[in-house]
């Protein structure tokens, strides 16, 4: 059981730090700024939310925790480009 939440919270985890530093990554801000310039795109918080709730629904785990990963990608997101 323990294991289980282990690895559901690492997956969390994980999720939230790529979307994080895929905004820090160059050639997705240009990207960005150049082709996909609209709201689900150019937000930390949206795109990480979205995403984790189409990946989570797709591996049957709980949608709800797309949320947990939109916050640790915005928190990381900030503390990364401060």
């Known amino acids: 059981m323990i294991d ?6 690492m997956l969390i985890s994980a999720l939230g730090f790529l979307f994080a530093y895929l905004f820090v990554f160059e050639p997705y801000g240009w990207l960005m700024e150049n082709v996909l310039s609209f709201k689900p795109f150019n937000c930390v918080l949206c795109l ?3 995403s984790s709730i ?4 797709a591996l049957g785990h709980n ?6 990963v939109a916050i640790i990608a ?9």
């Open 4 to 9: 289980i939440i282990y690895n559901e919270w």
């Open 48 to 50: 990480s939310f979205w």
């Open 54 to 57: 189409i990946i989570f629904a």
């Open 63 to 68: 949608p709800l925790n797309a949320i947990y």
């Open 74 to 82: 915005e928190l990381t997101y900030r503390k990364l480009v401060s």
